[in-house]
């Protein structure tokens, strides 16, 4: 990453107005720092050389004060705005970056970006704070501070000018030559992290089925391993900032320390006034300061660079395909795979191959075949979240990659393998309109009929009852009956079920077949991907998914 990426302007509309407000804050820090080196200068070179007293130098003394208040007015309230700022980019990047995910769809997260994206909306953008708190400011400094005072200078002393001139580069020399070993270890950091992250989230997934067969224990090392290895590359991070830091640190004494001399050594002789050369010597080192600063905050700043540079590349991710046609009315319309066919990520196969068929409105559909055959990535392909390597979706006549997916989406209704419920109560998960609620009546019809009622019977405040991110405090298959009665409760005109009997015992499945032949009798079209026989007896049509290896795929 840059040291100001555009792509932080282009993508955090909050940066914007941060970087134009530190640059005039730059400004103005410019213009006091200089007057407050001139104002020492002149209220110490009469006292020195000519005896002056307080009462001769008050007027000065008094201007000094005022420069320095407001120079540290001007200090608190960027560091007052900075922390604002960043706290709205970093919720703003992390806000583009989970919705550019969810838009990117299911099968883009479970090629193994899904835990890096968790890492990065969470733990990882938070580091990108540093950058925008300290580093950033320095940086704007930089352009503003560093070269007025060494005009000035320049105007004082021609000579303290050149050596200046000379020794800067070295700063940022010597800065770019440690920074990059530095980044490199910032970003093997969040790669741990981002593993040891995926682990956590994994083990937490399984820890009921690794409860169940006695092996919650197992995965124990590996976690402290990924944690051990966490510790050791912010140690190395630290350990080579700290090198650094002194190395610049040095290396500015030093340049400071050439000026000075130079000087010391004109003052014996005469060659350069009390004030000019006082005035050189308090500006000097805020020449060399606001470099030596970005230094120094680059350590701190790297892991939020890396970061963002994450974040821009989730957000660089090109989208499916979405037409501007709008869908046509599904309940009246037929959906047709036309030769199907999509290669399955890291496996030499096609998953579904060359699938065609057709589901027509109002009748109950069942994709069957064996596990790894693309069923569910056929319904990914229909709910448009993938585009297939061959083959189409249609709608009627309309190509489905040119149909507006809003238009799309509103007409349908899924519900995954694994459901996830907004956070709020459940009646409010239960509302597909929140401005006009189901009936009682009809709310508890619907709740009989999927067994929801049982379920919301247990729960302490019934459907007022608060839920968490994702349906927190509810089981998978509870989760399901509340996913399952929000479809029977809408009216979307397609209803795509993913093995919705997968995580639920016999009475329950009972109650899914139920809800279904509920779907068919409302003139609803639902499609299901089936294992269990009696789903698949309960459809109208059956559709057989097949795969093939990659070969027969190139060879057609």
Known sequence: MKPLDPKLLRYAAPARGYVLLTTAFGIITAALVIAQALLIAAALAPVISDGATLRDVAGRLGWLAAVVAARAVVNGLQERFAHRAATRVVADLREKVVLR???????????????DVVTLATRGLDDLEPYLVRYLPQLLLAVTVTPAALVVVLGLDWISALIITVTIPLVPLFMILVGQLTQSYSQHRLLVMARLGAQVLDLLAGLATLRAFGREKGPVARVRELGEAYTRSTMST??????????????????????????????????IGLETGLAVLVLAPEVYLPIRQIGVQFHASTDGITAAQRAFDVLDEALPMSGTIPAPDLARTPITFDGLSVVAPGRLAVAPSNLSATIHPGRVVALVGPSGSGKSTAVLALLGLLTPDEGRVRAGDLDLATIDRSTWWSQIAWLPQR???????VREALAADPLAPPSEEVLARAMRLTGLDDVVAHLPRGLDTALGQGGLGLSVGQRQRVALTAALLGDQPLVVLDEPTAHLDALAEDQVLATINELRVAGRTVLVVAHRPALVALADDVIEVRSASTESMVTS
């Open 101 to 115: 995910a969810a838009e990117l769809g299911p099968r883009w997260l479970s090629s193994g970006r899904g835990t």
């Open 238 to 271: 630290l350990r080579v900032a700290f090198l650094s830091g002194m190395v610049l640190e040095l290396l500015t004494t030093l340049s400071v320390a050439l000026v000075a001399v130079g000087i010391g050594l004109r003052l014996v002789h005469g060659d």
């Open 419 to 425: 459901s996830a419920l907004p956070p709020g109560t």
